[in-house]
């Protein structure tokens, strides 16, 4: 029997992801196993980073597969949209409210043995809720209301609540993400742009100027070694420690800038260390392979006749590439310093189970895909024949035989 492509992309999507979430724990032990101390290796050995980031894993895989057995359509039920919105919210809110302080932010809920980091769900529900808001929509997108007031009115909610957790980088992720579905949809880009210009001296001002941090963060990116203060350390240890890699790198396990040299190795810079330990070939071939996942995304995106559909697997799959490629680009030196971890691979369980229920979700629309292919009835057009594509709006009620695959 013939393997239809929404299978194939199916399978490369679980092969990049088991790849990268394995290296992704080879990693975190190279950087936490082995304890640190005054510059050189203090002896101890620890597995608690890597017992938890599995424990993360295996949390996110079975809520991933519970979401691509349940399907895509259920995400059309305005009641699952203001569950998963509302969580954002509340979760949001109570970390303003009782959440711990690490660093000046204040981002995380203390659960006893975990941190929950309510940004990371609010990333998974504005993807739920523009896609659906967008989705229903349909011709009417259009329009200012249905178009960009709606779903920019989502975001404001949602990225305002994250923005008050000092979590610039989530916030940027999801403006991405947002801009991205929109033109997906085909809001009206000429207000879209109008709006955004508006708006453009107010973001720099909040994005650089607004806090000393961002200041000092924005210099050293300008100016790394002539510019004091942590950002500016952080860069030098990273350029440092991806020099020393060279081409081959100086081995696994061997580097080292992680001896209590280089700041957040196993989190937001942790993509260093695998410079370090595998060269310029490794770090390329983390990069390849977010690349390659962004493609097969947006392949599973591009398949998906259903606008609501497309609209999840644009969002999902911005998200994840969004956050791994300015990952990359910060620890480089290519972009200014934001608390964005590299996804499934830096420690964060929180960060990491929420990027396998976005696979989860990818692989809801590509297995809604396979079974729309297999239910179309076959046509007799000759060989060469083109078919106009036609995305189908949201219907008022949810169908109900998606998920049953």
């Given at each position: 029997m013939t393997m239809d492509t929404s299978t194939r992309l199916r399978i490369a999507l679980a092969v990049i992801v088991a790849a990268l979430c394995g290296f992704g724990l080879v990693m975190i032990a190279s950087t936490t196993v082995i304890g640190t101390a005054g510059g050189r290796s203090d002896g101890t050995v620890t597995y608690a980073f890597l017992v938890k980031q599995g424990l993360a894993m295996a949390g996110g895989l079975l809520l991933a597969l519970l979401i691509s057995k349940v399907g895509a359509a259920r995400l059309r039920d305005w009641r699952m949209v203001g569950l998963v919105f509302g969580a954002a919210i509340a979760s949001l809110l109570a970390v303003l409210a009782v959440g711990r302080s690490i660093n000046g932010a204040k981002r995380w809920i203390d659960l006893g043995p975990v941190n929950l980091q309510p940004a990371e769900i609010a990333k998974f529900a504005i993807v739920i809720a523009v896609a659906w808001l967008l989705g229903r929509a349909a011709e009417r997108v259009r329009t200012f209301k249905h178009g960009l007031l709606l779903p920019v009115g989502a975001f404001i909610l949602l990225a305002g609540l994250v923005y008050l957790t000092k979590d610039l980088g989530s916030v940027v992720v999801m403006g991405v993400v947002l801009l991205a579905m929109m033109l997906m949809a085909g809001a009206p880009w000429g207000q879209l742009c109008a709006m955004g210009a508006a708006a453009l001296p107010l973001l720099a001002y909040v994005a650089v100027w607004e806090v000393s941090y961002r200041r000092e963060r924005f210099f050293a990116f300008l100016d790394p070694w002539n510019s004091e203060g942590p950002a500016a350390y952080h860069l030098q240890q990273s350029f440092i420690a991806i020099g020393s890699g060279g081409t081959t790198g100086v081995g696994l396990g061997e580097g080292g800038a992680?001896?209590?040299?280089?700041?957040?190795?196993?989190?937001?810079?942790?993509?260093?260390?695998?410079?370090?330990?595998?060269?310029?070939?490794?770090?390329?071939?983390?990069?390849?392979?977010?690349?390659?996942?962004?493609?097969?995304?947006?392949?599973?995106?591009?398949?998906?006749?259903?606008?609501?559909?497309?609209?999840?697997?644009?969002?999902?799959?911005?998200?994840?590439?969004?956050?791994?490629?300015?990952?990359?680009l910060v620890v480089t030196g290519s972009a200014p310093t934001k608390g964005l971890t590299l996804p499934f691979i830096s420690y964060g369980g929180s960060s990491v189970a929420v990027c396998i229920v976005l696979i989860g979700l990818l692989d809801a629309c590509a297995r809604a895909n396979a079974r729309e292919l297999a239910d179309r009835p076959l046509t007799s057009k000759p060989i060469g024949a083109t078919t106009t594509r036609r995305l189908t709006p949201v219907p008022t009620r949810r169908p109900t035989t998606e998920g049953a695959a």
């Open positions: 992680k001896l209590a040299f280089l700041p957040e190795r196993h989190t937001d810079f942790i993509y260093a260390v695998i410079c370090e330990e595998f060269g310029m070939a490794g770090g390329i071939g983390v990069a390849a392979a977010f690349l390659a996942l962004v493609v097969v995304g947006l392949m599973i995106a591009h398949q998906s006749r259903d606008l609501h559909r497309r609209l999840l697997a644009t969002g999902a799959v911005m998200i994840l590439g969004t956050q791994a490629f300015w990952n990359m």
